[in-house]
């Protein structure tokens, strides 16, 4: 086996690394995969941190160029691998790629940060989600919703499959693995639904981190049962 130069640092329950491996998958860039372990914290050990002090995943390290943030690897990727054929992903004119950025950054900072917000007492207490929060991923998704209502073509910009439309879908996944129903949403089911059936490399880059989340997920809700159980008995062992 060759040795290959470009390095793929990543975590399968990571939404942003899902996004990263199918653009990889999509541009056939041969890569050296190398799963990192969050829940061990292995992104903290000095071999890592040697190579990204930010301690984030995914990572790339390309020869001795070394770049993290999903989105930025996913125009790094194409601004180096895309072809001729393939240059729909990342579009060179400059009101397209406008067009391509300003739903990165959507779901970067807006998508994204609502998923996080209102699932974060789920994901780390094994709480319902943040209740107060829900109401700016209801916005998020109906605007989400809205884009796919008004653009033709069946992408998010238009005919042509672009890095926004594999970044916002695994942003969903997240969504799948935390069992949110957004099928309120007919566009976006209808979206999302195409191109997993459509992306020949969505099961194989998606499915087992989602359910790696659930798997977790469960495990925190149960964790915090017996630690109320525990609890319990003991105060009753007071009384």
């Not at 996913?74 to 001729?84: A, G, I, S, V």
């Not at 195409?194 to 997920?217: F, H, N, S, V, W």
Request: glycine share 4%; proline share 5%; charged share 30%.
């Amino acid at each position: 086996m060759a040795w290959l130069s470009t390095e793929f640092y990543f975590y399968k329950a990571s939404a942003p690394c899902r996004a990263v491996w199918m653009t990889i998958k999509h541009l056939k860039v041969e890569v050296d995969e190398k799963e990192v372990d969050l829940l061990k914290a292995e992104t903290k050990r000095p071999w890592f941190l040697r190579m990204n002090p930010f301690h984030c995943l995914p990572t790339i390290r390309d020869c001795k160029y070394v770049i993290w943030e999903s989105r930025a690897i996913m125009q790094y990727l194409c601004n180096k691998y895309c072809t001729p054929e393939n240059q729909h992903l990342y579009p060179t004119e400059p009101e397209q790629r406008g067009t391509v950025d300003r739903l990165l950054f959507f779901d970067m900072g807006t998508l994204t940060y609502a998923i996080k917000e209102y699932f974060r007492p789920k994901q780390f207490e094994g709480l319902p989600p943040d209740a107060e929060k829900e109401n700016l991923l209801k916005q998020s998704l109906d605007y989400l919703d809205g884009v796919l209502e008004t653009v033709e073509g069946g992408y998010l910009t238009g005919d042509k499959l672009t890095i926004a439309d594999l970044a916002v879908l695994a942003s969903l996944t997240e969504l799948d693995a935390m069992g949110y129903a957004y099928k309120c949403y007919g566009n976006v089911t209808r979206w999302s639904n195409k191109l997993r059936e459509q992306l020949p490399y969505y099961k194989d880059c998606c499915l087992q981190g989602i359910e790696m989340t659930k798997a977790r997920i469960k495990q925190v809700e149960e964790d915090l049962k017996i630690q109320a159980e525990k609890e319990r008995k003991a105060s009753s062992g007071k009384k």
